[in-house]
C-alpha cells in the first residue's frame, strides 16, 4: 500500500513561505536605505522567475488577474478606512479633478509618446496611455506612511484621495480603448455616447453603492460590537469580507467596483470610528499581505528576456510620464484652486506607479488584443523607474521643496517653519503691523487670522504663509478648519 505523497503541497508552500519572508526581510533593510519596500517584493518576483536565478515558471494571467483585482480592492478598502472626512475640507475637489481630467489628460500625452517612441498606432498607443496614466494607491498610501514626512493637510489629502479615486478611471478608459483597439474604428457618435453612458453607470453606480453598503456595514458594526465580545481581528474579516461582498457585487452589476470599495472605506471609517479604530491593525496587515501577494506574484510573471527587447524606449516613455505628462496634467487640474508651485511640484512629482498598471496591462491579453504583451512588458518597465526614481525620493522632495512640517517635538525645525514667535488667530492685523512697524494692507481692520484667509484665497491649513512688508506670517496651528495660532518670522531686508 503506497503512502499519500504531500509533496505537491509542502514543496511549492515552502517555495511561496520562503521567497515571502526573504522579501520582507530584505524590504525592512531596504526601506532604511530610502527605497521602496514594494520595490523588493516586485524584483523577488523577477529573480525567482523563469529568467532569474529561481527558474520557476509560471504564466497563469487569469490567476495573476484574479489576485490583483482582489488585491487592490482590499489595499483601497484599507486606504478608505484611514481617509478621515475633516480632509475632504482641502483635498476633495482636486482630488475628483486629478482622478478625472487628469487621468485622461495624463493618458494623452502617454499615448502620443508611445505612438512614437514604440510605433503603435493611435488605438493600441492610447490604451498603453490609459494603462500608466493613473497613479497606484497601493505604493502612495505605502511610501507616505512609511517616508517619515509629515506633509501639510492639503498636499497629503490631495495625494491620497487621488490615489484611491483615480483608478476606476484607469480601468474604465482601459475597457473603453480595448473596444477601439478591437474594432480598429473611429469612434463614431453613436460610439461616444455608449461611452458616456458607460461612464455615467459604472462612476454612478460604483458611488451609490458605495455609499449605501458602506453605511449598512457601519451600522452593523457598531451593533455587533455593543452586544457581543468581538475581537479586533473578527472586526477586520468583517470588514475585509463586507468591502470584498461589495467590490465583487458592484462589479457584476456594471459598476466601478473599485470606487465601490474606496468610498464604502471612507463611509465606514467616519460612520463607526469606534468599531474601526481597532481593527485597523489588522486591516494593515491584510493590506501589506496583499501588496506583497501581489507584487511577488507580478514579478514571477514577468519575463525580462522579453522586456529587454523593449526597455529602452519604455524608460523613455517613463521619463514622458514622470517629466511632463504628469507634471503638465497636475498643474493645469491644480491652477483653479491656487496651489503653490512648490506643492504643485511635489504632487506632480509623488505621481507613483505600481501594481496598477501591470494589472491592467493584463486586461488586454486576457482580451486578445494584438500584440498585448507589450503593455505589460511596457508597464514593468515604467514601474520599477516610478518606484526606484520617484519612490526613493519622496522624503528628499519634501525637504528640498519645503514642504515638510516640524514634528512636534522638533523645537529647531518647528523655529525654522514657523519663526520664533506666535501669537493668538484673533490679534488684530493693524496691532501687528504696528508693533513690528510692517505696512498695513488695506484690509488692516481684519484679525491676521482672517487676513491670512482672505491672501491666500483657498482653505487653510498648518504651514500656509503670506509675507507681509519684512515679516513672514504662516497658519501654525488650526482647530476644525479655523486657524488659531500664527507664527510670525522676521526677514532680512
Excluded at 480601468?171 to 455608449?194: E, F, H, K, P, R
Excluded at 470588514?239 to 470606487?259: C, I, Y
Excluded at 529647531?412 to 517653519?417: D, F, L, P
Aim: glycine share 10%.
Amino acid at each position: 500500500m503506497m503512502a499519500l505523497s504531500l509533496d505537491f503541497l509542502s514543496l511549492p508552500l515552502l517555495a511561496a513561505a520562503a521567497l515571502v519572508f526573504a522579501s520582507v526581510l530584505a524590504g525592512l533593510f531596504s526601506a532604511r536605505l530610502g527605497f521602496s519596500f514594494l520595490l523588493v517584493f516586485l524584483i523577488a518576483g523577477l529573480l525567482a522567475g523563469e529568467d532569474g536565478p529561481g527558474g520557476l515558471r509560471f504564466d497563469d494571467f487569469r490567476l495573476s488577474f484574479w489576485v490583483g483585482n482582489v488585491a487592490l480592492a482590499v489595499i483601497l478598502l484599507d486606504g478608505g478606512l484611514r481617509t478621515e472626512q475633516a480632509t475632504f475640507r482641502t483635498g476633495l475637489r482636486p482630488s475628483l479633478l486629478l482622478a478625472t481630467l487628469g487621468v485622461v489628460l495624463c493618458a494623452g500625452i502617454t499615448g502620443a509618446a508611445a505612438h512614437w517612441l514604440l510605433a503603435l498606432d493611435w488605438p493600441r498607443a492610447l490604451l498603453l496611455g490609459a494603462i500608466v496614466g493613473s497613479t497606484d494607491a497601493a505604493a502612495v498610501f505605502a511610501l507616505l506612511k512609511n517616508s517619515g514626512v509629515r506633509l501639510n493637510e492639503r498636499v497629503a489629502a490631495t495625494l491620497e484621495i487621488e490615489s484611491g479615486m483615480n483608478d476606476p478611471m484607469a480601468v474604465y478608459l482601459t475597457l473603453a480603448l480595448i473596444g477601439v483597439a478591437l474594432s480598429a474604428q473611429d469612434a463614431s457618435q453613436a460610439g461616444v455616447l455608449a461611452w458616456l453612458q458607460s461612464f455615467v453607470l459604472q462612476f454612478g453606480l460604483g458611488a451609490l453603492l458605495g455609499i449605501g453598503g458602506g453605511w449598512a456595514l457601519a451600522e452593523l458594526l457598531r451593533r455587533v460590537q455593543s452586544r457581543f465580545d468581538t475581537g479586533d481581528g473578527v472586526l477586520a474579516l468583517l470588514l475585509v469580507s463586507g468591502g470584498l461582498a461589495v467590490f465583487a457585487f458592484t462589479t457584476w452589476a456594471g459598476g466601478s467596483g473599485f470606487l465601490a470599495v474606496y468610498v464604502l472605506g471612507v463611509v465606514v471609517g467616519n460612520r463607526a470610528k469606534q468599531a474601526v479604530a481597532p481593527a485597523l491593525a489588522a486591516m494593515d496587515g491584510y493590506a501589506w499581505l496583499a501588496q506583497a501577494g501581489m507584487f511577488l506574484l507580478l514579478g514571477l510573471l514577468a519575463t525580462p528576456g522579453q522586456v529587454a527587447n523593449t526597455f529602452w524606449p519604455a524608460l523613455g516613455l517613463a521619463v514622458v510620464l514622470m517629466a511632463v505628462a504628469r507634471p503638465l496634467s497636475v498643474a493645469l487640474c491644480l491652477w483653479p484652486f491656487h496651489f503653490t508651485r512648490r506643492e504643485i511640484a511635489y504632487i506632480a512629482w509623488v505621481g507613483l506607479r505600481g501594481a496598477v498598471p501591470i494589472v491592467l496591462a493584463m486586461f488586454p491579453l486576457m482580451a486578445g488584443v494584438e500584440g498585448a504583451q507589450i503593455f505589460f512588458n511596457v508597464a514593468l518597465v515604467v514601474v520599477l523607474a516610478s518606484l526606484l526614481l520617484q519612490g526613493s525620493t519622496i522624503a528628499l522632495a519634501a525637504r528640498r521643496l519645503g514642504l515638510a512640517l516640524p514634528d512636534p517635538d522638533d523645537t529647531a525645525h518647528t523655529r525654522q517653519v514657523f519663526g520664533d514667535f506666535a501669537l493668538a488667530a484673533h490679534t488684530p492685523l493693524s496691532d501687528l503691523c504696528a508693533f513690528y512697524n510692517l505696512p498695513p494692507p488695506a484690509d488692516a481692520h481684519l484679525s491676521t487670522a482672517q487676513w491670512l484667509t482672505a491672501t491666500l484665497n483657498r482653505p487653510p491649513v498648518v504651514g500656509d504663509a503670506m509675507r507681509l512688508g519684512n515679516a513672514e506670517l504662516s497658519v501654525r496651528e488650526m482647530d476644525d478648519g479655523h486657524i488659531t495660532r500664527i507664527g510670525i518670522r522676521l526677514l532680512e531686508d
